[in-house]
């Protein structure tokens, strides 16, 4: 008698978006110390209290918002996101950064929170496009990204200093057309 085979199905996460609070300063510093080395040569770390107010002044602005990704069954920050240089006028664009923090990493959280973090981007902010900028060797973002919808649309040699040194980044791009067309 052969054995019947299983698959597993994954249970991802459940995750809410909300903006980031003064309150939020010790345990999202401890997060970022925890994951200096998940995020090393990828992103630079926050480990002060005065670059997390800097971040929440930042977040207030009308160029920039903010969001801690926090898993729903005990509201704890699993990572976070920013739209940032948000572009008004005939641009209607901004630019897409994201985080988790080295406890949550592999476990689902961002690929529940991107599609939360779009409909801000496309439905509440009425942005025409959003660019992420990514390392080349970040495969597991750029696969989150590919999933979600997004182009690459080139590579930017020496693009961003992280760590001391200027690292080269794809760009990748996903529109308000193209937003509504992977939602079909």
């Known amino acids: 008698m052969s054995r019947a085979r299983r698959t597993a199905v994954r249970n991802l996460p459940q995750v809410y978006l909300r903006p980031p609070a003064p309150g939020d300063r010790d345990e999202y510093l401890r997060l970022n110390r925890l994951s200096v080395d998940h995020f090393r040569g990828l992103a630079t770390p926050m480990r002060e209290g005065r670059v997390f107010s800097a971040w929440l002044a930042r977040c207030e602005r009308d160029d920039q918002v903010g969001f801690l990704i926090c898993r729903e069954e005990d509201d704890a920050i699993a990572g976070s996101t920013n739209v940032s240089q948000i572009v008004r006028g005939g641009f209607q664009s901004g630019y897409l950064g994201y985080q988790v923090f080295a406890p949550f990493a592999g476990q689902g959280y961002m690929t529940v929170a991107l599609p939360l973090i779009l409909r801000v981007v496309f439905r509440e902010l009425k942005l ?29 040699p020496r693009y961003l200093k992280i760590a001391g040194r200027w690292r080269d980044h794809e760009r990748w791009a996903m529109t308000a057309e193209r937003y509504r067309d992977v939602r079909r």
């Open 128 to 156: 025409h496009r959003v660019e992420a900028n990514i390392q080349p060797r970040n495969a597991a973002s750029i696969a989150l990204v590919r999933r979600a919808g997004f182009e690459k649309e080139g590579y930017s």
